[in-house]
């Protein structure tokens, strides 16, 4: 029998508000253990937190760069449960009446995964075992989070990777995370079930905790569904429980139950006051929203004619998208520009990480003016091809390194004179072509261009020889 | 004249010098403390420097404020920096906070002399003051009887003379019921009034930090200076009604004065007869006595139960030995480092709150009790709001009784339980409550009465105090112990 996955995800996300979610606390990552934190965020007796408005405002975004409903109440909850990183033992988020309901994340396959809410709460301080002993370290206690709660819409591994690419690139692009999976600034718990393929029931599920990379989440998913369905073949079930993914041993095996089994006893912080989010402040949020990836990407597509594939490249990161829309502007054939920033570019931005940045000595204004050159007949495909390389050595502009005389062209009559010196001085290459050799032109269009630096256009010169030996 | 008035009015005229008079609290305290024990932790050096502080100012020919200089106390469940601050529980032995509460914050820079902390019942939770850690605090008034709780310290310190007033903390009656209890006058002002920042949580959505003083003046003054609104407390709005001792002296003619008859069901006679007497100390200063019921009362104590031990079981659950307090001796991993220190460092009481709030907030029995006594909770908010259609003010007794007899209490919780049910209904519905003695059993003990104003009506119910206290001086009796001013 054939298995279906079902996967639903909870995603946090470490906000990247300069404060921490409750009281004035940097939220900078690292640090020396228990230097950013204060009464507040250590749960001082007789302190009270008072929410951070940025972070409101930074969740509010999360939510409608996902399209959810932005609730007009919303409301903190304590999460109790006691834990010696969780300094009041318990942890301010929200039940109840989580901030932002609903929403979705679309995919490449056009599927749309469902989200079922995104709430605000607090991150936890960090245990570190050493020499035999467990020190705390709570820099990490109160540094704001979002976590996003998806339905379980999952249906393969490729589509569990796309959907936190989705995410991630979707966060970085509205700039209220990093979204660092590997610094733990975006974490999953994955859940997962399996069912006969064409079964409505859902299977019991399994929730593998606290997942640090996109490469992990597709082995322990991997691993735990051959599990799961392993089981039910030989007659077995799954029981619902919680689950850690070994990275060393590509297994899962599960918590224990002490861990587990928590009954977090949720009540409303009455710390707290209700947050309530007037409908003007949604739509300034929704304003100062940039352009989303789906959304440009479709734009390269329709209006610019880039091939999806393309598109896709270049809307994967931010600040990609944002060079390639400076650099188009009033040129000719937008194409082009996402040649030269896909092919030369992009070589010179081999890692995830340089792409995410995109820091290039040439500046989009220096490329657009290389592309009006080009798309003006200024100059050649092949002249501008290497001036780019120059410009990204030395940051300099395409003026640097293309004269005048490059820039002329080259007349009918220039060209007319360079075109018969060419079938003067290689009679072989005339001969072989009369002989039905096609490509021997070619070699005669190479000495025009070369005589010419470059300047004569080889289409014309092509046509012109084919005339000229009738 | 409040006592307070009499202090300033002593220090500016030069009849004693501040640290004469801090000097003479202190002594006064080290005769009545053995067996008062209002005070657990005495800090004559903060006093004297405070103190030097102010008789500077006065040599410098420089005015001061009314409560600059007045020798005062702080119940230990107010932060002091530096300054051991414990809640009266052995979890917390040894902590001293690194900042100060808010309350204390106004205070200080006005130039309060604090004496030191007095004793409470352990984190707040009890109605004698036994449940401390320290043992508890004594009457003033005839010390084989308790001090109440669970501010049982600042009233017995206030009431004992040996502080000009203090500062308590009122969950379910704290302030009001050991001011009963006493013979002194204690404010519980309206939820969100005055910042909580710095006083360690009991229930949050019920405590409120007031005034204990030997007049409803003084009250006033104290209120006026701690109501005011604070970024470090989302839930306090400060002194939205306006000061309140502007308008104490105010004419009551027309006054309508509430009395709900549920209020006076089930209360001792003496008690009951006190508080109808007070009704007609009213009357005759030209107010209107109404009658009617508020048949929901019956539910303010499981309300209250269930709500204060909910949020207390969250609050408390920090204590685990590992940043301050108390840590146990011995231990086997963490785990069992944290149930050692919370068995060993938390009272009976404590631990029986803590049990009961974590039941009703467990999965399957938090819409049993939590949530039904915060729907409850809001009925009873409304049917506040409908009584002060008909009246201005609501009289009641504050507590049934006169003060327990020492080990009372602690032998059956649950009356002792049933001893808050006049003082719960206004923290459960957020509003002001103020205390006032109003009368004397056979036996001497003092009897309370309280008033219950509007959300943020602490200007009406204080000048309604101040008017019974004018009218009837006698109910304000003095104690043996202290300074004489």
């Known amino acids: 029998m054939k298995y279906e996955l079902v996967s639903g995800f909870e995603t946090h996300i470490e906000l990247s508000t300069r404060t921490k979610i409750f009281c004035n606390c940097t939220t900078q990552f690292g640090g020396e253990p228990n230097t950013h934190c204060c009464p507040v965020c250590i749960g001082l007796p007789g302190t009270l937190p008072v929410l951070n408005r940025e972070v409101v405002r930074y969740a509010i975004k999360a939510g409608l760069a996902v399209h959810g409903e932005i609730a007009e109440i919303a409301k903190m909850d304590r999460k109790n449960y006691c834990y010696p990183d969780l300094s009041k033992a318990y942890q301010i988020s929200q039940l109840y009446a989580p901030l932002i309901i609903g929403g979705y994340v679309e995919l490449s396959n056009g599927r749309r995964i469902r989200l079922h809410h995104i709430h605000i709460e607090e991150d936890a301080g960090k245990l570190i075992h050493q020499h035999g002993d467990t020190y705390v370290d709570y820099n990490r206690g109160g540094v704001p989070l979002i976590e996003i709660v998806s339905e379980p819409d999952i249906r393969s591994i490729d589509e569990a990777k796309e959907y936190v690419e989705r995410l991630q690139q979707v966060m970085r692009y509205i700039g209220i995370s990093d979204c660092k999976m590997q610094e733990g600034s975006m974490r999953c718990d994955v859940n997962i079930s399996v069912r006969p393929e064409g079964s409505e029931k859902f299977g019991t599920r399994t929730e593998i905790k606290n997942m640090n990379s996109i490469a992990n ?114 040129v000719k054939s937008p194409k082009t520009v996402s040649n030269f920033i896909i092919g030369q570019m992009f070589r010179r931005t081999e890692t995830e990480s340089d792409k995410e940045l995109f820091e290039l000595a040439t500046s989009p204004a220096q490329l657009n003016e290389l592309v009006r050159l080009l798309d003006s007949g200024k100059i050649r495909n092949n002249l501008a091809k290497s001036t780019l390389e120059k410009m990204l050595d030395s940051g300099k502009g395409a003026l640097e390194f293309i004269s005048e005389s490059d820039m002329g062209g080259v007349d009918e009559n220039a060209l007319l004179e360079l075109c018969r010196k060419a079938i003067e001085g290689n009679p072989k290459a005339v001969e072989d072509y009369k002989n039905g050799k096609e490509k021997a032109i070619k070699s005669l269009v190479g000495n025009v261009m070369k005589n010419s630096r470059g300047k004569a256009d080889a289409m014309a010169a092509e046509a012109k020889i084919k005339e000229l030996i009738g | 004249m409040g006592t307070i008035s009499k202090i300033h009015e002593m220090l500016v005229s030069g009849e004693c010098s501040c640290a004469e008079l801090t000097k003479s609290y202190l002594d006064e305290i080290e005769k009545a403390n053995p067996e008062l024990n209002a005070y657990v932790n005495v800090t004559p050096d903060e006093a004297m420097r405070a103190a030097q502080a102010v008789d500077k100012k006065l040599a410098a020919g420089e005015e001061i404020g009314m409560l600059e200089g007045v020798p005062m106390t702080l119940k230990d469940n107010l932060s002091t920096k530096g300054i051991e601050t414990t809640c009266c529980s052995k979890i917390l032995t040894g902590y001293k906070p690194i900042f100060d509460a808010t309350v204390w914050e106004i205070l200080k820079s006005r130039n309060a002399v604090m004496l030191g902390k007095t004793n409470m019942d352990e984190f707040a939770m009890g109605s004698s003051c036994e449940t401390s850690y320290f043992g508890g605090a004594m009457n003033p008034v005839n010390t084989n009887h308790v001090a109440g709780g669970s501010s049982g310290g600042v009233s017995s310190a206030v009431g004992g003379n040996i502080a000009a007033y203090g500062l308590g903390s009122d969950t379910g009656g704290s302030i009001r019921q050991p001011a009963s209890f006493c013979g002194v006058v204690g404010l519980k002002p309206t939820y969100g009034s005055v910042s909580r920042y710095g006083l360690i949580a009991y229930a949050s959505s019920l405590d409120q930090i007031g005034p204990i003083t030997k007049s409803v003046e003084d009250a006033s003054i104290v209120f006026d200076a701690i109501s005011a609104p604070d970024r470090r407390d989302s839930t306090c709005k400060g002194n939205v009604g306006g000061a309140t001792y502007p308008t104490l002296d105010n004419d009551i003619k027309g006054m309508k004065i509430g009395i709900a ?225």
């Open chain 1, 217 to 330: 989440i597709a082995k322990a998913m991997e691993y735990e569904y051959d599990r799961q369905v392993d089981l039910i073949e030989s007659g077995g079930k799954v029981i619902q429980e919680t689950l850690r993914y070994d990275d060393a041993t590509g297994t899962t095996s599960p918590m224990r139950s002490k861990e587990d089994a928590h009954d977090y006893r949720y009540f409303r912080d009455p710390d707290l006051v209700t947050i309530n989010v007037p409908r003007e402040e949604v739509e300034r949020l929704r304003a100062e929203l940039p352009e989303l990836p789906m959304d440009k990407c479709r734009r390269y597509v329709n209006e610019l004619e880039i091939p999806e594939k393309d598109a896709l490249l270049l809307t994967k990161y931010r600040r990609i998208s944002e060079y390639f829309d400076e650099a188009i502007k009033g």
């Open chain 2, 261 to 485: 008859r549920e209020y006076l069901d089930g209360v001792r006679d003496d008690v009951r007869e006190a508080v109808l007497e007070a009704a007609k100390v009213y009357e005759a200063l030209g107010a209107e006595i109404v009658y009617f019921d508020l048949p929901i009362l019956k539910f303010a104590l499981p309300v209250y139960y269930i709500i204060a031990c909910a949020e207390a079981s969250s609050n408390l659950g920090r204590y685990d030995g590992i940043r301050y307090g108390y840590k146990t001796a011995h231990y086997n991993g963490t785990h069992d480092m944290i149930c050692r220190t919370r068995s060993e460092g938390f009272g009976e009481e404590v631990k029986r709150r803590i049990l009961l709030g974590t039941y009703v907030l467990s999965a399957g029995y938090y819409d049993a009790y939590y949530k039904k006594a915060q729907n409850l909770r809001g009925t009873i908010v409304k049917a506040f709001d409908r009584a002060f259609e008909q009246c201005d003010v609501i009289l009641a007794p504050t507590v049934p009784m006169t003060a327990f007899e020492k080990g009372h209490a602690v032998s059956d919780p649950i009356e002792t339980y049933l001893t808050d049910i006049c003082t719960v209904p206004v923290n459960i519905a957020g509003l002001p409550g103020v205390s006032v003695p109003c009368g004397f059993n056979s036996k001497g003990m003092p009897i309370g009465m309280q008033l219950i104003g509007k959300s943020f009506g602490e200007a009406q119910i204080l000048n309604a105090a101040y008017k019974y206290q004018q009218a009837a001086p006698d109910k304000f009796m003095d104690t043996k112990w202290g300074v004489r001013l």
